[in-house]
């Protein structure tokens, strides 16, 4: 499908961008919706108000702002949300992006879904050139799933882990680690993971939003869990990046790949290579930073990209050399104000 046309770009547009810290931006995480089908009890709060239509960026707007950043460097997209696969008519602009893969301007087009609509996109995804599908899912009881989630049907995430790997996608599973809610199920789930040929990575949790609970209630350092793991498994560290914040290891028993992303206990942000845009058109250079350059103006007041590419270098000109993230029992307050699925992850 031919996608949308996009603006030339100005003279000089395909010089890469760099921070004042020497780092290439080549990874933009892309949030295409605050909505979510689940309101998973570290991210979300049950009644969550979400933003009008017209706050949104359109599937077009969201294109252009992706092309342009392909045009300067990016190798990497990754669609996020809130759940991304519940935008209306999502799949156009998974269509339109995969011109790039096509010309070999982008490396990888992937998404990070909560698995929900998956079955009905699987083969579509794998159909536009996408490779590989991050999977949120922190426990394997349906129950537990049900509580955490709120709102979700762990048998509709399995189907959908299920016609992801029938159509060639290579899955990982994502799970947020959660203590005294999925601590004891991490061996269970990394064996279960590892079994269908599947990559597990482990979070911490992050202090973004105002939630119900406190998160220092949910907080378990991923150096304990490693510990623990480390105790009973043959842990081999890897120096493998798939582009985001994870370290891995090998797992001598499985034979299969763990990651561990641990904003808290151990900051990653010296090698970071990512920013991240918002559905609303705000492009954050750091997650756990409230800094953000409006990128919807320009992309609306003007049909050449000039004014656009100007706010992105601008924007990356003050990307910061790492995030403050800090969960304090003294402080009610999160770290930062907004939502994951503001930012998408």
């Known amino acids: 499908m031919q996608g949308p046309a996009i603006p030339l770009t100005t003279p000089g547009a395909d010089a890469p961008l760099l921070d004042p810290f020497g780092r290439a931006i080549t990874y933009l995480r892309v949030s295409v919706t605050d909505r979510c089908d689940f309101r998973c009890v570290y991210c979300m709060s049950e009644d969550m108000a979400f933003l009008p239509k017209r706050d949104l960026l359109t599937l077009e707007e969201l294109d252009r702002i992706c092309s342009t950043f392909v045009n300067r460097g990016v190798r990497k997209l990754r669609i996020t949300g809130g759940e991304p696969l519940v935008r209306r008519d999502i799949m156009t602009l998974f269509r339109s992006l995969a011109r790039h893969l096509d010309s070999g301007a982008l490396d990888e087009l992937t998404v990070t879904t909560n698995g929900s609509q998956l079955a009905r996109h699987a083969a579509e995804l794998a159909a536009c050139g996408v490779r590989r599908v991050n999977v949120s899912l922190d426990t394997l009881d349906p129950d537990k799933f049900r509580r955490i989630t709120r709102w979700g049907e762990l048998s509709k995430v399995m189907a959908g882990i299920d016609a992801a790997q029938k159509a060639g996608l290579k899955v990982k599973i994502n799970a947020v680690a ?67 914040p994870a370290r891995y290891v090998r797992v001598k028993e499985t034979g299969g790949k763990l990651g561990f992303i641990t904003p808290m206990t151990h900051n990653f942000c010296e090698s970071c290579n990512r920013v991240r845009l918002t559905c609303t058109g705000q492009l954050f250079m750091c997650l756990g930073q409230e800094d953000a350059a409006d990128l919807r103006t320009p992309v609306r007041t003007s049909e050449s990209n000039q004014a656009l590419e100007q706010a992105i270098v601008d924007a990356i000109a003050r990307k910061p050399k790492g995030h403050d993230f800090i969960i304090d029992r003294r402080h009610s307050r999160p770290a930062v104000g907004r939502h994951m699925s503001m930012t998408g992850g």
Request: proline share 4%; glycine share 8%.
């Open 178 to 244: 959660l203590k005294g809610v999925n601590e004891d199920e991490i061996e269970p789930m990394m064996r279960w993971a590892h079994g269908r040929d599947m990559d597990l990575t482990l979070i911490e949790v992050m202090p973004l939003g105002e939630i119900e609970v406190q998160r220092v209630d949910q907080f378990l350092p991923l150096s304990m869990v490693r510990a623990r793991l480390a105790a009973s498994y043959a842990l081999e560290d890897l120096a493998e990046r798939t582009g985001g």
